[in-house]
């Protein structure tokens, strides 16, 4: 077969298969009842990334857009902290023709915010994500009305179910491939594809941006370093081919990354540093720049709007007053505070930033430009108010979203100038030590999720989890080569501690145990007239039970459930197996669980408790049941 005839049937099949892992990835993200499509979609994707003949860019990169999907879909992502802010945004707009939300909140399930003096709920969040989601909530609703057509009524058509809240993770997720792709050839431009591709993918993965593209993606942060890397990208091309469209273009991102997060505006400062520079040099016209101006104050429009119907003000702090003192009190601890501070949660940024003052002899104007936006963006955060500064429910200091392209740029430049220092192999141990931070911001999601930490990261703690994950996916290994067997034997040699030589009688006392407690535990809870206890939080809580050989078990489980709680019953399960279900009422009982041999192995397993109410607590979470002790009996 010739080339030629080979192209011919490549291009179109290819083409084919990239719209049908689009299609598939797509229904894996926003159908949770559909986890079946994630493989097929994943198939389908490097399928028609194999099959593109050269030259076909858009079919690659719609490939790796349905794998992102696919990923995104396995990760499972979480509708929590100011998500429902910018959700009510997308929700009251298309079903309602308004911005009054208190419908909203109603059918979120959650109190609304204090009303403004419009008499309409406030919102202090941006406008951006929802304008940047609307084409994909259309499509979930588009699902939503074909699914119930055919009879399977698994969501409401009403914007609230599973699907519309889930279109934000193809919107951010979309959004935010197309900034890499968009800084990635910027920065191969500038530093040689190899070094400026390294760069980018270490900041995606060893910053908040892979927390909130994949786990969280229904807040800002991801689409607005998306925003902000293609206005990086914008600026870039500005000084390669100055023109009106390419000003024009900086322009219009500018506004789209401040609608996205008004915070982002400091980019202005990088803006006006390269307009001056330009203008100077006789390389940018007045007219060129004042339409940028234009462009970016029309872009950010839409936000103005929205301020003012909820404010009765086009500008306005929408948190209130007393929310910024700009005297920045906390400058230095949301830079270096284990409490969500930059450098303590993201080690690579100190690498970027060493890398920006590198890049100083490169890009004199760039570099000064981005200087500036790094130290507006700390002193901003920094000048948040006392309650507030350290963002709240958040992953790492997520409040510097909108610095991140620039920490590409500057790990970029610091890898391109040791390239000469490293004769052989000159990018093997910079792409080890980035892939080093890369696993560990991935640990430190891993931990995060599990609740070990929520809001600071005290570093013993974060590092005896990170050698945990290491461990735990050592073991996991051993298991898929050896079985059962192997992972004894690697549990043998990598921890070897068991329950009844951690606790000889088999008894272990929630309150006071710490080492086998997995997720879902609240901290000790002190009662004078009762048993020291744990709360067990919704939906589930397990406990690691370590030992040396497989026996017939009875485990014996001291439990009670709170009375707001009522009624409830536990759904214990061993290794993923169930065990039983029973109800729990409020006084103190014993549930005694039997485990036959087959279900026991050598080294780790996992009794977990699942329940079917919880009740609102102190702690970080729902509280199921108050658990005392846990006592496993050879039978």
């Given at each position: 077969m010739s080339a030629t005839t080979s192209s011919g049937w490549r291009g179109p099949t290819s083409i084919v298969v990239a719209v049908a892992a689009l299609l598939m990835a797509a229904v894996a993200v926003l159908d949770p009842q559909r986890p079946g499509a994630v493989l097929p979609a994943l198939a389908l994707a490097g399928a028609a990334a194999a099959v593109a003949p050269r030259g076909q860019r858009l079919v690659r990169c719609a490939a790796g857009l349905s794998a992102a999907w696919a990923t995104a879909a396995c990760v499972g992502p979480e509708f929590r902290g100011d998500a429902g802010s910018y959700f009510v945004y997308l929700r009251s707009a298309a079903f309602d023709r308004d911005l009054d939300f208190t419908n909203d909140w109603e059918g979120l399930e959650r109190p609304a915010p204090p009303p403004t003096a419009t008499g309409r709920p406030a919102n202090t969040q941006s406008v951006g994500p929802a304008l940047a989601w609307a084409p994909f909530f259309g499509a979930a609703h588009v699902y939503v009305l074909v699914e119930r057509a055919q009879g399977r009524r698994y969501y409401a058509a009403d914007g609230f179910s599973a699907p519309y809240r889930r279109a934000a993770v193809l919107g951010t997720v979309a959004g935010v491939l197309a900034g890499v792709v968009l800084l990635g050839r910027a920065l191969a431009r500038r530093f040689g594809p190899r070094v400026g591709w390294l760069a980018l993918a270490a900041t995606v993965t060893a910053t908040p941006v892979l927390y909130y593209t994949f786990v969280v993606p229904a807040m800002a942060h991801g689409l607005t370093f998306a925003a902000t890397a293609a206005l990086l990208a914008a600026c870039v091309r500005v000084r390669e081919q100055p023109g009106r469209s390419t000003w024009a273009l900086v322009g219009i991102l500018l506004g789209a990354a401040a609608l996205v997060r008004w915070q982002s505006a400091v980019w202005g400062l990088l803006v006006a540093v390269l307009a001056l520079v330009e203008w100077r040099r006789g390389r940018a016209r007045p007219s060129w720049i004042a339409g940028a101006a234009a462009l970016a104050g029309l872009a950010l429009l839409p936000q103005l709007l929205a301020w003012h119907a909820l404010y009765g003000r086009f500008l306005t702090v929408p948190q209130g007053p007393g929310y910024m003192d700009w005297t920045a009190p906390h400058l230095g601890d949301v830079l270096l505070s284990a409490d969500h501070g930059l450098f303590a949660w993201t080690p690579i940024a100190w690498l970027g930033l060493a890398g920006l003052a590198v890049s100083w002899r490169r890009d004199r104007t760039l570099a000064t430009g981005a200087w500036l936006v790094v130290a507006a963006t700390a002193w901003v955060n920094g000048s948040v108010t006392d309650w507030d500064w350290a963002a709240g429910d958040a992953f790492g200091a997520r409040r510097f979203d909108l610095a991140m392209a620039l920490v590409a740029w500057g790990l970029a430049a610091l890898l391109a100038a040791a390239q000469p220092w490293l004769v052989r192999a000159p990018l093997l141990l910079p792409a080890a030590l980035l892939l080093a931070l890369a696993a560990w911001n991935v640990g430190l999601v891993a931990l995060f999720r599990e609740g070990r930490f929520a809001s600071a990261a005290p570093?013993?703690?974060?590092?005896?989890?990170?050698?945990?994950?290491?461990?735990?996916?050592?073991?996991?290994?051993a298991g898929r080569i050896a079985g059962t067997r192997g992972r004894a034997l690697a549990y043998k040699h990598l921890s070897g501690e068991y329950l009844f030589g951690l606790h000889p009688d088999g008894i272990v006392e929630l309150a006071a145990e710490e080492r086998l407690l997995r997720e879902g535990w609240s901290a000790r809870a002190n009662r004078s007239d009762t048993p020291h206890?744990?709360?067990?939080?919704?939906?589930?809580?397990?406990?690691?039970?370590?030992?040396?050989?497989?026996?017939?078990?009875?485990?014996?489980?001291?439990?009670?459930?709170?009375?707001?709680?009522?009624?409830?019953?536990?759904?214990?399960?061993?290794?993923?197996?169930?065990?039983?279900?029973?109800?729990?009422?409020?006084?103190?009982?014993?549930?005694?669980?039997?485990?036959?041999?087959?279900?026991?192995?050598?080294?780790?397993?996992?009794?977990?408790?699942?329940?079917?109410?919880?009740?609102?607590g102190d702690e970080n979470g729902r509280v199921a049941a108050a658990v005392s002790t846990v006592q496993v009996r050879i039978d």
């Open positions: 570093a013993d703690l974060v590092a005896s989890g990170q050698a945990r994950l290491l461990r735990d996916g050592m073991l996991a290994a206890f744990r709360w067990a939080l919704a939906p589930e809580a397990c406990l690691l039970i370590p030992l040396a050989s497989a026996d017939d078990l009875v485990v014996e489980v001291l439990a009670r459930a709170p009375r707001r709680a009522l009624p409830q019953s536990v759904d214990a399960t061993w290794n993923g197996a169930a065990l039983a279900t029973a109800p729990l009422t409020p006084e103190w009982q014993t549930l005694a669980l039997h485990v036959p041999r087959d279900r026991v192995r050598g080294g780790e397993n996992q009794l977990c408790l699942a329940f079917t109410n919880a009740a609102d």
